[in-house]
């Protein structure tokens, strides 16, 4: 059994992470400013209230639940926040990653796992890109997650903690908090409701089911020795925004959604990079990786998930 603490574990994804390592029968310490309200914790799930930028507080939570690894979640998440209030976010993503290595080097953690993100790689250079390919990234956001890369190196190289950082592509599925595809599409069609996405129905990009990154993550913190500190985790293939609404209208054909041609825009106008596909054979090959969700199964999934909770 293990102490496991997860940074940001009120959010999509460190919350997903720490019910399972809960399930598991280890000892999952979710740490984030904010929790969803309907949460009880249990002997093995713990909720503790803080903040990465804090850091004692780091430090004290770490000591207390005596912590031995740590998923290190919590970040300020997104294109646009991260154009509109870059230093708040630089402060959350860089300095926060921060003090999460030096309390996990003080207590003497045997690993970090890094949620990075594919947002590091920019523009992409060719339709998939492995983890040698160059990282360009121009926006904030993917900027704060490769600079936390090299910080961990640093980390490595002048106190030998391990950290492994996970570029992770574009995750979806139940409580998935931004309203960007395949949400907004997945909640139209569970509403019964007609949308139209003017433009947008040409941009590729790796959608990955929560359940497959929730995997990867925990096949990647249980793996006994890493030969690399980087890994991609996503379904190498880039399915356009076309192709989404190709697949949701297969699986309910009375859905009233369509999309206009062009390139996805984020909110604020930023025109976002050309993504494409993660190839994530490093990780299928050190720690046996293996997303099961292709599109139509995790859309499937999603959508039944949505239309559980909305009644
Ligand atoms: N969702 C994706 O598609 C995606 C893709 C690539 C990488 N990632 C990375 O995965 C991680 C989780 O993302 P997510 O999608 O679950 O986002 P999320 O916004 O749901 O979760 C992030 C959590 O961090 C918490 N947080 C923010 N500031 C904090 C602070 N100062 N102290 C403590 N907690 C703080 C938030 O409250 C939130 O619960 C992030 O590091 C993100 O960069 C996500």
């Known amino acids: 059994m293990s102490n496991v603490l997860i940074t940001g574990g009120g959010g999509f994804i460190g919350l997903a992470l720490a019910e399972s390592i809960a399930a598991r029968g280890d000892i999952a310490v979710a740490f984030d400013v904010a929790f969803p309200v309907n949460r009880t914790p249990s002997p093995r799930l713990q ?13 004290a939570a770490v000591r207390k639940y005596d912590i031995h690894r740590v998923i290190h979640a919590a970040a300020i998440v997104g294109i646009a926040p ?21 309390a996990a080097r ?15 790689y920019g523009e992409y250079a060719t339709p998939i890109v492995d983890e040698g390919s160059p990282t360009f990234p121009q926006m904030p956001y993917g900027a704060t997650k490769l600079a936390t890369e090299h ?15 996970l570029r992770i592509a574009c995750v979806y599925g139940p409580r998935l908090p931004r309203a960007r595809i395949p949400k907004i599409l997945v909640d139209a069609v569970a509403a ?3 949308l139209h996405l003017p433009e947008g129905g040409d941009s590729p990009m ?18 006994p020795t ?23 209208k297969e699986i309910v054909p ?34 046996g990786y293996r997303p099961r969700f292709d599109l139509r199964a995790g859309l499937s999934a999603y959508l039944a998930s949505v239309k559980r909770e909305t009644g």
């Open 82 to 102: 991260s154009a509109e209030m870059a230093t708040t976010v630089i402060r959350v993503n860089v300095e926060g990653s921060i003090n999460v290595f030096e």
């Open 151 to 165: 910080f961990s190196r640093a980390w490595r190289n002048m106190y030998g903690l391990e950290v492994i950082n």
């Open 192 to 194: 019964q409701q007609e």
């Open 226 to 248: 890493h030969p690399f500190d980087v890994y991609n985790l996503g379904t190498g293939s880039a399915p356009t925004v076309f192709d989404v609404v190709a697949v949701l």
């Open 254 to 287: 009375t859905a009233r959604i369509s999309v206009g041609p062009g390139e996805i825009k984020h909110p604020g106008g930023y025109a976002m990079p050309r993504k494409g596909a993660l190839n994530s054979q490093r990780a299928a090959n050190v720690f």
């Open 47 to 59: 909720f503790v209230r803080g903040d990465v930028t804090d850091t004692a507080g780091v430090i």
């Open 106 to 120: 003080i207590h003497g953690v045997s690993r970090v796992i890094h949620m990075s993100s594919e947002e590091v």
């Open 206 to 223: 790796d959608h990955t089911y929560v359940d497959d990154i929730v995997a990867g993550t925990l096949a990647a913190l249980d793996h």
